[in-house]
């Protein structure tokens, strides 16, 4: 089991409010990842939930259980560090036995239950190598495996994978996700990245500056955002905001539209731009252009669509797939 | 880290060496500033009261006194100057590729570990004895007079004993920073154009700014208070020519077994000590940073 | 470094290093030789090969026993140092892993405390030793180094502490290890070295201290340090044995420093030269 719940959970430090007050409900087996902009308080909640700061205010539940105050071991989670706080003179088999070894379970059990989280994550062959002789992937893996072998009934994740290249946060991504399949236990994944945060979560909080913009699944982010900033941090490239007379004809403070949803042409449209930068990226073309009377837009265009510095093209946007936001900021409802 | 156990838990663990230094810095400070006050000589037990300002004046007084800070200045100020400049130059020199790297730093660093007294001893007795020093032979081999160091020049005598004993320090930790220097930067450098005495005042030196603020400090740490270089050899003379404040008060308290006088001593070197302490440790706050 | 050194280079910079650590080394060398030399031949002028003799260690040892004030030296060094140490471990631990607003203002007070003049403190210290009959005993020297010396361990166990991450620590924590599990299992394997080198410089600096030795010490508890500055008055042909007792008195230590050099740095800079 391993629902959590937050219940108007803040933490001061010092004179910084850092999460003014949160109310959180996670279900038992979800996949939840915490984005928002570096030094919104990602770390920081995660860190109140693992229960290694504690809470200024309010109360957390784990499975319905009162555990505010309790200590971080005595909460039945486990966390994977973005360092993989790995400890240098143990070997990987050591490292992986440590919890259990802590919780004072008898050898002969440690030795299958660390055999048998190796091999789940392909470190058979590594396990009397020290943490110094293994790739980051690898190093990776060790710190994942001493958090499955503790049987949590969650794990908590602080951008685990930032520390490795692209290639490999591709692999390691989809094997997180794949173990989350397997063990069907709850997550808790913090990230910036984008990517990570809509292929892996079932639920996504979007958070800035210690408040909680909007809860909900990848898609329904994407298609409904509740808010400015919601609308501008999830979606890749990010979503093109215009302002003055083009809103006022749509009846809002300020339009937006995504890449995606913009129209191409060489002939004809409602917008006229000029091409400042082309990205070919074999199946998308991102096109970085200066539209006439609105200034800088982005638009995705297919791989085919060729386009070169300083040509003229014509843009029409998707009405159907348009975000209209008022004074406030907040998403107008049709 | 930073639950409230943990916070209470900190504190008692730092408290045994906060409260350690707290009293060895309090008590015998106090006990300084009241004997100070007070007439109070070990020999003369009817000499006793309140003595206002007069161990002060006394000691302020006292011919001995500018000359024994005066003194002081020349020694720290000497010895980071030779060690600072020398330092610099055989750690550059060291940071070339050579043959034997490992024993010639053994070499250099070997006058650190050695007890003052005995580098005392040691340029006194075999090198700078006008009889039997070395470097009397050496001027008897060229038909000169053999010089006595400890009566022409005292200071300038125990200046460089200690020098000799810190040149290291300062050499081994300017090396280390040399050798922190990014290679590609000082290839970038070079590509630009720089000579070699570009590159040395526009990256080397900005580069160990940090290293030198350090060698500074700790030396002057132990500078103020060379004392046992001076005891073994000069004893503080001729005259006063090489008494520095710390032996001028060594001379006053256990030789002339003036408790009052000695205090107002220690309590002047003690200021002293905080207006040098007061800029180092700005310096040195500020480079250690991070 | 792609740069392509010329052997020429390499030669001539050789040559000056070579010649700038002999110069630098030579006042020890040439006490080392002349320990081995006769007293006649020790004032007999400027000659590097002695005749190997080992009379002079010998007679310090008979006529002024050198042993007695060696194990003072010992268990003064060694005993503050470890004093130090367990007093200073669990501060330094402390400032590292819950570092505070004023943990940076303790640890510049605490090198403060190296600035007090000792002088200044000399005579209060001196009468607080004779009042509690400490003066020339092992354990008023051993307290009083400790003191001297508690503030510069403290430093270099924070800045080798603050070099393990705290996230090792508190995964530790979440792996279930208590305060005790964590001290044993993770924070002593790691700190270990750390604590090493500053063991080994802390025996370094104590061995040579030569203020508060010299002047709480007559006799029974006289290090090194005494003994020799009481050669300082030289007493007729005399050159071979204080050479002898000279190079006894720095060569345990001199060693041992050889193999810290490396720490020595990083220890006496607080870290701050790397
Ligand atoms: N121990 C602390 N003391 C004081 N302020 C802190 C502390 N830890 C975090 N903060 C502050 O709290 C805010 C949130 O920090 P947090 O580490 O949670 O951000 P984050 O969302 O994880 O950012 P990132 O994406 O860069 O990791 C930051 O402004 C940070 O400066
Ligand atoms: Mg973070």
Redesign the pocket.
């Known amino acids: 089991m391993g629902s959590i719940t937050l219940n108007k959970v803040s ?1 001061v ?2 004179e ?1 409010n ?2 003014p007050s949160i109310d959180l409900e996670i279900n038992n087996g979800e996949f939840v990842v ?1 984005v ?12 109140l939930i693992a229960g290694l ?1 504690d809470v200024s205010g309010g109360q957390i539940m784990i499975d319905g259980k009162d555990v505010t105050q309790a200590a971080p071991a005595a909460r039945g989670l486990a966390m994977v560090f ?1 360092s993989y706080a790995l400890y240098p003179h143990m070997s990987v088999r050591k490292n992986i036995a440590f919890p259990l070894k802590m919780a004072k379970m008898d050898q002969s059990a440690i030795d299958k239950k660390v055999e048998a989280a190796a091999k789940v994550l392909n470190l058979t062959d590594y396990l009397e190598r020290k943490p110094s002789q293994l790739s980051g992937g690898q190093r990776q893996r060790v710190a994942i495996g001493r958090a499955i072998v503790r049987e949590p009934s969650a794990f908590l994740f ?2 685990p994978l930032s520390n490795l290249d692209a290639a490999l946060r591709g692999t390691m991504r989809l094997e997180i996700s794949d173990l989350h399949n397997q063990l069907k236990t709850t997550m808790i994944y ?1 990230t ?1 990245d984008q990517v990570e945060a809509m292929t892996m979560a079932d639920k996504i909080v979007v ?1 800035n500056r ?1 408040n909680i913009e909007q809860v909900g699944s990848p898609l329904d982010l994407y298609k409904n955002p509740r808010n400015l900033f919601v609308a501008g941090f999830i979606g890749s490239p990010h979503m093109n905001f215009v302002d003055g007379a083009y809103a006022q004809s749509k009846n809002a403070k300020m339009a937006g539209i995504r890449p995606e949803h913009l129209g191409l042409s060489k002939d004809s449209g409602l917008w006229t731009g000029t091409v400042k930068v082309a990205e070919h990226l074999g199946a998308d073309t991102f096109l970085h252009l200066d539209v006439d009377g609105i200034g800088p837009v982005t638009a995705r265009a297919g791989g085919e669509f060729g386009a070169h510095h300083g040509d003229r093209v014509y843009l029409t946007p998707d009405e159907s797939k348009l975000h209209r936001f008022d004074d406030k900021g907040l998403t107008i409802r049709a | 880290m ?1 639950t409230q156990n943990t916070k209470t838990l900190a504190r008692a663990m730092m408290a045994p060496s906060v409260l350690l230094l707290l009293v060895w810095m309090i008590v015998p400070l106090a006990m300084t500033l009241w004997f100070s006050f007070q007439n109070y000589n070990l020999l003369d037990p009817t000499q006793t009261g309140f003595a206002g300002l007069f161990n002060y004046e006394f000691f302020y007084t006292d011919p001995a006194f500018f000359q024994s800070i005066w003194n002081t200045l020349v020694i720290v100020g000497g010895v980071l100057l030779i060690t600072v400049v020398g330092g610099i130059a055989i750690a550059l020199l060291l940071d070339q590729p050579i043959f034997g790297q490992g024993i010639v730093r053994i070499l250099i660093i070997s006058p650190f570990f050695v007890m003052p007294p005995v580098a005392a001893l040691i340029w006194k007795n075999m090198i700078m004895h006008p009889g039997y020093g070395v470097l009397g032979d050496i001027n008897r081999f060229f038909g000169f007079e053999p010089v006595d160091w400890f009566a022409r020049y005292p200071l300038f005598s125990i200046v460089v004993i200690v020098a000799w004993q810190w040149l290291p320090f300062a050499t081994l930790i300017l090396l280390t920073a040399l050798q922190s220097l990014d290679g590609e930067q000082k290839e970038a450098a070079e590509m630009d154009g720089a000579n070699f005495l570009n590159r040395f005042i526009y990256l080397v030196l900005p580069h160990l700014a940090r290293a030198i603020t350090v060698v500074i400090l700790i030396q002057t740490i132990f500078l103020l208070g060379v004392y046992a270089e001076i005891l073994v050899t000069t004893n503080g003379g001729p005259g006063y020519a090489s008494t520095n404040l710390a032996f001028l008060i060594y001379r006053t308290a256990l030789l002339g077994y003036d408790v009052g006088g000695a205090s107002a001593g220690g309590i002047i070197a003690v200021v002293l000590a905080n207006i040098v302490a007061f800029f180092l440790m700005r310096a040195v706050g500020k480079n250690l940073d991070r | 470094m792609a740069r392509s050194v010329t052997t020429k280079h390499k030669v001539i910079a050789t040559i000056a290093a070579w010649v700038v650590a002999l110069i630098i080394f030579f006042p020890i060398l040439y006490t080392i030789i002349t320990s081995l030399k006769t007293e006649p031949e020790a004032i007999a002028g400027f000659n590097l090969i002695p005749s190997f003799t080992l009379e002079s260690y010998i007679t310090v040892q008979t006529q002024r026993d050198y042993f007695t004030p060696f194990m003072n030296s010992v268990i003064i060094s060694v005993g503050s140092t470890i004093l130090a140490l367990i007093v200073a471990i669990p501060a330094a631990w402390a400032m590292a892993f819950s570092p505070t607003k004023r943990t940076k203002g303790i640890l510049m007070w605490m090198l403060s405390t190296k600035m007090m003049p000792a002088v200044a403190v000399l005579v209060p210290i001196y009468l607080l030793f004779r009042d509690f009959g400490l003066l020339d005993s092992r354990i008023g020297l051993t307290v009083m180094l400790m003191l001297i010396n508690l503030p510069i361990v403290v430093w270099m166990l924070y800045t080798y502490f603050r070099e393990i991450p705290g996230e090792i620590l508190e995964a530790a924590r979440m792996d279930g290890a208590g305060l005790w599990q964590e001290i044993v299992h993770v924070l002593t394997p790691m700190a270990v070295p750390g604590i090493a080198s500053t063991l080994l410089l802390n025996i370094i600096l104590a061995w040579n201290e030569s203020f508060w030795t010299i002047r709480l010490s007559t006799t029974n508890a006289a290090p090194l340090t005494a003994f020799i500055a009481s050669f300082s008055s030289p007493q007729g042909l005399f050159w071979a044995k204080l050479s002898a007792a000279s190079t006894m008195a720095i060569a345990p230590i001199l060693i041992l420093g050889w193999f810290s050099q490396k720490q020595l740095v990083r220890g006496l800079t607080f870290g701050a030269v790397k």
């Open positions: 933490k430090f010092g910084a850092v999460i915490f928002g902009p570096s030094g919104c308080g990602k770390s920081t909640l995660l860190r700061e973005q602080d951008e913090v910036h958070l210690g | 930073a």
